[in-house]
T-cell receptor, first 114, second 110 residues
Framework: DAGVIQSPRHEVTEMGQEVTLRCKPISGHDYLFWYRQTMMRGLELLIYFNNNVPIDDSGMPEDRFSAKMPNASFSTLKIQPSEPRDSAVYFC????????????FGSGTRLTVV | GDSVTQMEGPVTLSEEAFLTINCTYTATGYPSLFWYVQYPGEGLQLLLKATKADDKGSNKGFEATYRKETTSFHLEKGSVQVSDSAVYFCAEAVGNKLTFGGGTRVLVKP
C-alpha cells in the first residue's frame, strides 16, 4: 500500500480564496482524521470520520472550515474564505477499527495564506 | 478534557548518550499509548505503542513502558545517533480519538 496520500504538498493562496486539501486513506481503514499543526498550538484534531460519517467535528475552528468524505477512499478539507491565520501544516491520518498498527499519517499539506 | 504532557525541548545530546523523554497522560481507564516521530519536512511516523498496563513498546532501540500507577509512558534510548534527531510526540488514544502532547525536539550532535 502507498500509505496515506495527501495533495497538494504545498499550497500558497491569497487571503479570501477557497482552498481544498485532499486525502486518500489506506485501503481498508475505516477511520480518517484531519489534524492541523502549528508552532503555537501543536497538533490539533479537527475532525474525524468512521465509515465515511463525521463523528466528531468539535475541533473545526469555525464555519469557514468544512470536511467531507464522499467515499471510503477520498476526503477533502475545505477552507472558504481562507485567512492568514489558517497557515499551517494539515495532516490526514487513517486507522483500522482494531488500531493494531496505530494511526498512519500522510506527509501533510503545508498551507500558506498571504 | 484528556491531555498529554511531555517535557519541553529542545533536548540536545551527544552521539551515544542516553535519551529520556518524559510523558504523562490524563485519560482514565486504559487508553492506548503511542510515541510518534517526525523528521523535518515529513509526517508523523509511529515509533512504538502499548495497549495495556505494564506493556513495553520497543522499536529501533527505543523503549517505553505503560505505567498505570504513574500514568506515564516515558521514552528511552540507550545510545542515540545523529539520525535520531527529530521531534517526538507522545499520544493517548481513547476510543478512536488520538490526543498528542506538544512534542519534544531532540538534537543529537556528532
Amino acid at each position: 500500500d502507498a500509505g496515506v496520500i495527501q495533495s497538494p504538498r504545498h499550497e500558497v493562496t491569497e487571503m479570501g480564496q477557497e482552498v481544498t486539501l485532499r486525502c486518500k486513506p489506506i485501503s481498508g481503514h475505516d477511520y480518517l482524521f484531519w489534524y492541523r499543526q502549528t508552532m503555537m498550538r501543536g497538533l490539533e484534531l479537527l475532525i474525524y470520520f468512521n465509515n465515511n460519517v463525521p463523528i466528531d467535528d468539535s475541533g473545526m475552528p469555525e464555519d469557514r472550515f468544512s470536511a467531507k468524505m464522499p467515499n471510503a477512499s477520498f476526503s477533502t478539507l475545505k477552507i472558504q474564505p481562507s485567512e492568514p491565520r489558517d497557515s499551517a501544516v494539515y495532516f490526514c491520518a487513517s486507522s483500522a477499527q482494531d488500531r493494531v498498527y496505530g494511526y498512519t499519517f500522510g506527509s501533510g499539506t503545508r498551507l500558506t495564506v498571504v | 478534557g484528556d491531555s498529554v504532557t511531555q517535557m519541553e525541548g529542545p533536548v540536545t545530546l551527544s552521539e551515544e548518550a542516553f535519551l529520556t523523554i518524559n510523558c504523562t497522560y490524563t485519560a482514565t481507564g486504559y487508553p492506548s499509548l503511542f510515541w510518534y516521530v517526525q523528521y523535518p519536512g515529513e509526517g508523523l511516523q509511529l515509533l512504538l505503542k502499548a495497549t495495556k498496563a505494564d506493556d513495553k513498546g520497543s522499536n529501533k532501540g527505543f523503549e517505553a513502558t505503560y505505567r498505570k500507577e504513574t500514568t506515564s509512558f516515558h521514552l528511552e534510548k540507550g545510545s542515540v545517533q545523529v539520525s535520531d534527531s527529530a521531534v517526538y510526540f507522545c499520544a493517548e488514544a481513547v476510543g478512536n480519538k488520538l490526543t498528542f502532547g506538544g512534542g519534544t525536539r531532540v538534537l543529537v550532535k556528532p
